[in-house]
T-cell receptor, first 114, second 118 residues
Framework: AQSVTQLDSHVSVSEGTPVLLRCNYS??????LFWYVQHPNKGLQLLLK??????LVKGINGFEAEFKKSETSFHLTKPSAHMSDAAEYFC????????????FGAGTQVVVTP | GAVVSQHPSWVICKSGTSVKIECRSL??????MFWYRQFPKQSLMLMAT?????????EQGVEKDKFLINHASLTLSTLTVTSAHPEDSSFYIC??????????????FGDGTRLSIL
């Protein structure tokens, strides 16, 4: 069984300051992990993915995430927030079998203030 | 990159109407597509897994006669909400996986369909 927990439902940051979105997972085997972003009334856009290669993963728009097996975490960071980063972010875990249903976190709403 | 197109993006219709939503993989073939429902300020809830050439697999609690899924080709899956009622109003999103069926491949999502039943 697997699950994913996003520790913050809401994060507010000032433009130009760092962003940290926390995600912990539970899995009985090495999972694949993803971060997606969703803007209002839009689908989900893939930011980055971890698939058992490098533990520090770089994604689009300056985001990166670090896989820490000992802490079962996959936190998303960005050094400097931009107004366009305001959105909902989902941490997602995927099993390694073929038909894998994605397990979604509850989401983190990011607000960026000027 | 892999693109999934979903149409229409917004539907408003009267109660009792059936509504069809299309999900297309534009530059890759998808033997499996997924249909999700999302309530306001909530995460995505998987409704069903659509398999090309065979019956869809529905999640527990999802009425298969209410939400008809057809996956007639490797690039198209459709979701038909039959005899829609106000409680069916929601945001529906489809996704497809590129690069085979391995779980380490990301799913690519359509832009969603906002369904409003009056």
């Amino acid at each position: 069984a697997q699950s994913v927990t996003q520790l913050d439902s809401h994060v507010s940051v000032s433009e130009g300051t760092p962003v940290l979105l926390r995600c912990n997972y539970s899995s009985s085997y090495s999972p694949s992990l993803f971060w997606y972003v969703q803007h209002p009334n839009k689908g989900l856009q893939l930011l980055l993915k971890y698939t058992s290669a490098a533990t520090l993963v770089k994604g689009i728009n300056g985001f990166e995430a670090e896989f820490k097996k000992s802490e079962t975490s996959f936190h998303l960071t960005k050094p400097s927030a931009h107004m366009s980063d305001a959105a909902e972010y989902f941490c997602v875990v995927s099993p390694t079998d073929s038909w894998g249903k994605l397990q979604f976190g509850a989401g983190t709403q990011v607000v960026v203030t000027p | 990159g892999a693109v999934v197109s979903q149409h229409p993006s917004w539907v408003i219709c009267k109660s009792g109407t059936s509504v069809k939503i299309e999900c297309r993989s534009l530059d890759f073939q998808a033997t499996t597509m997924f249909w999700y429902r999302q309530f306001p300020k909530q995460s995505l809830m998987l409704m069903a897994t659509s398999n090309e050439g065979s019956k869809a697999t529905y999640e527990q609690g999802v009425e298969k006669d209410k939400f008809l899924i057809n996956h007639a080709s490797l690039t198209l899956s459709t979701l038909t909400v039959t005899s829609a009622h106000p409680e069916d109003s929601s945001f529906y999103i489809c996704s497809a996986r590129d690069g085979g069926t391995g779980g380490n491949q990301p799913q690519h999502f359509g832009d969603g369909t906002r369904l409003s039943i009056l």
